[in-house]
């Protein structure tokens, strides 16, 4: 008998998951970075006078990425549920599931200048698939205790994505039920921004995988200074100048940790960067667009330039990611 035919079968290495199973719901990440990157650019066309088709370009990216994803995420329900249902349980894992409702929403915002019905179908599809989110994530944080160790600022997502929804529902009309989601998401950011920032100061370093949330420290403020001008007309008063304020020093904040921020092995959740820095530069144009000065102007400009390019740099380093293969290989 040949030496090859008593040699012993190879098994595939133990934990090995199809490429469908290996997909991660944190993805999305890039919808709402791009999407929220294209949304920042209209602002910025009607208020600094910069060129459309640069917001343009950027939305349909975003709207070709969020079809892709959501195809290959119900297949992946489909043909991998039990892979679904442990990402589903897993508790950082788990607040990267709004992101899908999100997505949502910032898509319905760039998209209500070229189709109202649309916009109109993605933003009740968006919020009524975050207010199931939301809830049955919190629920499961009062049901069962938590580890302060694997808390990450991610978990803002099921609770401050509430503050969005309002920045494209009140455009459409929907004043009363966007006040129910900004008042849950203001309140709970508020309880939340506690528990996280004691986290950061008080237990063990997080991850180089999870520093990058830091990031999303910066969203609450910003998307409820552009939710709270939503309400008001564009008029910006004293919460808008605490708004405002508030997130121009979580922003220098988080420039000054830059370099413990962003270094070390690449993963997808780098993508949490990107949707505070949108909502930041789309805050900073429309407080630029309230309360006109060279300083304002000069911050807003700056938002802009800074979020642009952190996508791009993290588009390009996930184009990479994706092309070694290691981005479907992150457990």
Request: with cysteine; glycine share 8%.
């Amino acid at each position: 008998m040949s030496e090859s035919a008593i040699r012993p079968q190879q098994v595939p290495e133990a934990g090995e998951k199809p490429l469908l199973a290996r997909m991660s719901i944190a993805m999305f990440g890039m919808v709402m970075g791009i999407g929220g990157l294209s949304n920042a650019w209209a602002a910025a066309a009607r208020t600094l006078g910069v060129p459309l088709w640069i917001s343009q370009v950027l939305l349909v990216l975003a709207l070709l990425a969020f079809v892709l994803l959501v195809v290959a995420h119900l297949a992946k329900l489909g043909f991998c549920f039990r892979e679904v249902a442990e990402e589903f349980a897993h508790p950082v894992r788990s607040s990267f599931f709004p992101a899908t409702s999100v997505s949502m929403v910032v898509l319905s915002i760039g998209l209500r200048a070229y189709s109202l019905p649309l916009a109109q179908a993605l933003w009740w599809l968006g919020a009524a698939m975050h207010f199931v989110l939301a809830v049955t994530l919190i629920r499961r944080w009062v049901l069962h205790a938590q580890d302060e160790a694997v808390l990450t600022p991610a978990w803002f997502i099921p609770v401050v994505g509430n503050i969005l929804v309002p920045v494209g529902g009140v455009p459409l009309g929907h004043v009363e039920i966007s006040w129910f989601f900004f008042s849950v998401g203001l309140i709970f950011w508020l309880s939340f921004f506690t528990i996280v920032l004691h986290r950061v100061l008080f237990v063990p370093a997080m991850s180089q995988r999870s520093m990058p949330t830091l990031f999303i420290l910066l969203a609450p403020p910003s998307i409820g200074l552009s939710a709270y001008l939503a309400f008001t007309g564009g008029q910006a008063g004293a919460l808008g100048d605490i708004l405002y304020c508030l997130a121009l020093f979580i922003a220098i904040l988080l420039a000054t940790l830059w370099r413990h921020v962003a270094h070390g092995a690449f993963f997808m959740s780098w993508w949490a960067m990107t949707f505070p820095a949108d909502g930041w530069a789309g805050a900073t144009i429309a407080f630029f667009h309230a309360r006109p000065s060279v300083y304002t102007q000069a911050i807003a400009w700056f938002a802009l330039a800074a979020a642009s390019g952190i996508v791009v740099w993290i588009a390009v380093r996930t184009a990479l990611h994706m092309a070694s293969g290691a981005a479907f290989r992150e457990d």
